[in-house]
C-alpha cells in the first residue's frame, strides 16, 4: 500500500522504486515509530479528533505489532513498503480497516520521521555511553595494574621522557570523557519533540504539543515548525561526537600497534583478538587495532558526507534528508563496535614490564632530569640545557647512557656535576620527581585512578 497514490495514474520504475525505498535501512525505527504512533493516537484522543474507544483500538492495534515484531520481523523484512511509516500504517489498516485509516490525519511523515530519529538516537546515546563507560572502566583496571610500570613517553616519535603504563593510559581516559560530556550535550539539544508539525506548517487540529512532547519523554515540543521538519543538526553532532571518539580509538591503536611490534616489544595483546597470517607461521598481527584505526575513516566520510548534503538543502523537507539515516546508523554501529572491540584490547592486553625498563634505560629519556639537577645545583636552565646536551653527545660517542659516563669526564662537561647524579637518574628517581599535579608520578597516578574508579561507579546501573 503506498501513502500517496490517489493522484497518480501510472506505478513507479523498479528502478526508481528501490532507488526511492528507505525500508530496508530504516526498518530499525519500528519501535520508535509506534511508540510516536501509539501517543499521536493518544494526542488525538486528547483533542476530541478520534474517540476514546478508537484511541484505544489503535493503540491495541500497534501494541500488538510491536509485540509481533519482537518476536519475529519477518513480515518487516518482507514487506515492500515504502518506509517504516509506510509499512507501520499499512499493518494498521489490515487490522482495523477504516479505522486504521484515521491515524495519519494532521501528521506527516516530514514530523514523524524526524521524531522517530529523535527517539531513536535518545536510546542510542544511552547505549554507547554505557559502552564508552565500559572501555574507561578497562583502562582504569589497566591503569590500577601498571601504575608503577616505566613507559617510554614519545614526542615526533622519538623517546622524550619516561612515563608510566598507567598514565598514559588514563589519557586516554580523558579523551573519552570528553567524548561522553560531548554526546550528553548532542542528547540535550536533540531531546524535543517535531511531532505535530504536520509537513512544515503546523497541524489543524487542537494538538497539545506540550503534552504530546511529554508523553514522549521529550522535554518539550520543537519551537518552530519549519525547523522541526527540515533540523538534522542532532545528526550531524552525533557524527562529529562518534568521529572525533573514533578519532581517540585510532590514536590508541596507532600507540598500541607500535608497542606490541618487535621493535618495541612492550605489549602483547591476547589472543582473543589477534590473527595469524596464512603464509608466514609466526605472525601474530594486531589486526584489531588496525581496523579500529581504518573504521575510524568511515565514519569522518560519513560526518563530511552528511554536511555536504545538508548545506545544499532549501528549508523545509526534501527528499535528500533520507540520507541521514544510512550515515547515522553506520557510524554510531561502527563506533559502538570500535568501543567495544578496543575495550577487548585493553583486558587482554600483557605489558612487558622487564623490555619496557630496558626501554626507559636506554635513548637519553633522563636528560631533562639531569638539567633539572644541574639547575637545582644553581646553573640557569639555559646552560644546564647546553651542558646535558653536550654529554648525551659524548655519551652517544662512547656508546653510554648519561649514568653511565664516568664522572671525571662528565665534570669536564659539568663540573657541578657529583656522583649522586647517577641515582637521580634513575627511573623511580625520575618518575618519583614528575609530581606536579597531573604528572607522571606514580603517586599521583594511582590518585588519578582512584578518583575514576569512583566516578565510573556512580555511572553503574
Ligand atoms: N523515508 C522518508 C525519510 O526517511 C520519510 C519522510 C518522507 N517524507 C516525504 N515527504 N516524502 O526521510
Known amino acids: 500500500m503506498s501513502l500517496w497514490g490517489g493522484r497518480f495514474q501510472e506505478g ?44 484505544k483500538r489503535l493503540e491495541q492495534s500497534l501494541a500488538k505489532l510491536a509485540k509481533e515484531l519482537s518476536k519475529d520481523d519477518s513480515s518487516l523484512r518482507a514487506s515492500a513498503a515504502e518506509d517504516i511509516h509506510s509499512y507501520v500504517e499499512s499493518r494498521l489498516v489490515d487490522d482495523l480497516g477504516p479505522l486504521g485509516k484515521k491515524l495519519h490525519a494532521g501528521r506527516s511523515r516530514n514530523d514523524q520521521v524526524a521524531t522517530d530519529l529523535r527517539l531513536y538516537c535518545k536510546q542510542r546515546v ?30 615526533h616519535l622519538q623517546r622524550a621522557q619516561i612515563l608510566t603504563v598507567g598514565h598514559h593510559a588514563l589519557a586516554y581516559v580523558e579523551m573519552l570523557a570528553r567524548d561522553r560530556s560531548r554526546l550528553a550535550d ?13 509537513a512544515l506548517a503546523g497541524t ?20 518552530n515548525s519549519v525547523d522541526a521538519v527540515s533540523d538534522r543538526d542532532f545528526v550531524a553532532e552525533l557524527l562529529f561526537v562518534a568521529g572525533l ?4 580509538l585510532s590514536r590508541l591503536s596507532e600507540d598500541w600497534i607500535f608497542y606490541a611490534s618487535q621493535e618495541a616489544g612492550f605489549l602483547e595483546l591476547s589472543d582473543a583478538v589477534t590473527t595469524g597470517s596464512s603464509l608466514m607461521p609466526q605472525k601474530k598481527n594486531p589486526d584489531s587495532l588496525e581496523l579500529i584505526r581504518g573504521k575510524g575513516a568511515r565514519i ?53 614490564a622487564a623490555r619496557l625498563e630496558a626501554a626507559c634505560l636506554s635513548g637519553y629519556l633522563n636528560a631533562t632530569e639531569l638539567a633539572d639537577y644541574l639547575v637545582d645545583k644553581g646553573l640557569p636552565f639555559r646552560e644546564a640545557h647546553d651542558q646535558v646536551g653536550q654529554l648525551v653527545r659524548l655519551g652517544l660517542e662512547r656508546g653510554e647512557e648519561l649514568a653511565e659516563i664516568p664522572l671525571d669526564l662528565a665534570r669536564e662537561i659539568s663540573p657541578v656535576l657529583d656522583k649522586a647524579f647517577v641515582k637521580a637518574l ?36
Open 12 to 55: 513507479l520504475h523498479p528502478a526508481f522504486d528501490s532507488f526511492n525505498r528507505s525500508l530496508p535501512f530504516d526498518r530499525r525505527l519500528w519501535p520508535a515509530d509506534i511508540e510516536g504512533s501509539r501517543a499521536w493516537a493518544r494526542a488525538h484522543v486528547a483533542a476530541g479528533s478520534l474517540s476514546t474507544r478508537e484511541g
Open 126 to 155: 544511552t547505549e554507547l555511553d554505557a559502552t564508552l563507560v565500559a572501555l574507561m572502566a578497562a583502562l582504569v583496571t589497566l591503569a590500577e595494574r601498571e601504575a608503577t610500570t616505566p613507559l617510554p613517553g614519545y614526542t
Open 186 to 198: 548532542a542528547a540535550k539539544r536533540l531531546d524535543e519533540c517535531p511531532l505535530g508539525s504536520g
Open 204 to 223: 489543524g487540529f487542537p494538538i497539545d504539543r506540550k503534552a504530546l512532547a511529554k508523553d514522549l519523554g521529550f522535554r518539550r515540543p520543537a519551537r
Open 245 to 248: 571518539s573514533a578519532a581517540h
Open 300 to 352: 569522518l566520510g560519513r560526518l563530511t558526507g552528511f554536511l555536504a548534503c545538508l548545506r545544499s538543502l532549501p528549508l523545509a523537507y526534501n527528499k535528500d534528508l533520507q540520507e541521514d539515516k544510512e550515515a547515522l546508523f553506520e557510524s554510531l554501529d561502527t563506533w559502538e563496535a570500535c568501543l567495544t572491540v578496543a575495550r577487548l584490547c585493553v583486558e587482554g592486553a600483557r605489558f612487558d
Open 426 to 461: 634513575g627511573i623511580d628517581a625520575v618518575l618519583a620527581h614528575r609530581r606536579s599535579q597531573g604528572g607522571a608520578n606514580p603517586r599521583l597516578v594511582k590518585r588519578e585512578v582512584q578518583r575514576w574508579k569512583k566516578e565510573l561507579a556512580k555511572e553503574k546501573p
